[in-house]
């Protein structure tokens, strides 16, 4: 089945303990791209790549990291979280430039 | 820059209804596209329907349709005869030649029996 998988679903963490989200999918897409939900912003984009080896930021990049070293993978590391990084978090890919995004079932994440 | 706007928070539609709901836009690329997802309670995201700029014909998707106008540079989602499952929130999003994509605010529909 084709799919786009993130894990954990659900995450509770303290200020400054580094934590990575995984994203996995497994369509052979070329895009790849990280965003966060919060009430009433709709989806921001984080990060996105375009390909292997390269990541460019999105709008709301402070605070947050990626890595996209093989086609299928592209984890969100937050090397010291903070409250204000309490969000939902979808990971999405696509394939050509007017293909829909699919997207991950969404992380929900809690820094205390 | 890129920008999108969903002017409606909520909306309220009568089952077997037909419902608009409004997303305009600003970019100053000529090659762009727009989609439309559709966020249950559930959670998931839910691909609805894309144009892409250059399409001179409105996209549709079975109960979905979109009025696209370029020179006013709105894209606004029509949903025909409005059903229960369709109760949700609705976001616009605009993706230029390269890798920005863009959401709107959302607009969360609710469609009463």
């Known amino acids: 089945e084709a799919q786009v998988t993130q894990n954990p679903r659900y995450l509770i963490t303290v200020t400054g303990k580094k934590l990575t989200v995984t994203c996995s999918q497994n369509?052979?897409?070329?895009?790849m791209s990280w965003y966060r939900q919060d009430p009433g912003l709709g989806l921001r984009q984080i990060y996105y790549?375009?390909?292997?080896?390269?990541?460019d930021k999105g709008d709301v990049p402070e605070g947050y990291k990626v890595s996209r070293k093989e086609k299928r993978n592209f984890p969100l590391i937050l090397e010291s979280p903070s409250p204000n990084q309490t969000s939902l978090y979808f990971c999405?890919?696509?394939?050509?430039?007017?293909?829909?995004?699919?997207f991950g079932n969404g992380t929900r994440l809690t820094v205390t | 820059a890129q920008k999108i706007t969903q002017t409606q928070p909520g909306m309220f539609v009568q089952e077997k209804e037909a419902v608009t709901l409004d997303c305009t836009y600003d970019?100053?690329?000529?090659?762009?596209?727009l989609f439309w997802y559709k966020q249950p309670s559930s959670g998931e995201m839910i691909f609805l329907i894309y144009?892409?700029?250059?399409?001179?014909q409105n996209a549709t998707e079975g109960r979905y349709s979109l009025n696209f106008q370029k020179a006013r540079k709105s894209a606004n989602l029509v949903i025909s005869a409005s059903q229960l499952g369709d109760s949700a929130m609705y976001f616009c999003?605009?993706?230029?030649?390269?890798?920005?994509?863009?959401f709107g605010q959302g607009t969360e529909l609710s469609v009463k029996p």
């Open positions: 999405a890919s696509s394939g050509y430039y007017n293909s829909p995004l699919h």
């Open positions: 369509m052979n897409h070329e895009y």
């Open positions: 790549s375009m390909n292997v080896e390269v990541t």
């Open positions: 970019t100053s690329d000529q090659s762009y596209g």
């Open positions: 144009q892409g700029s250059y399409d001179e």
């Open positions: 999003a605009m993706r230029e030649g390269g890798g920005k994509l863009i």
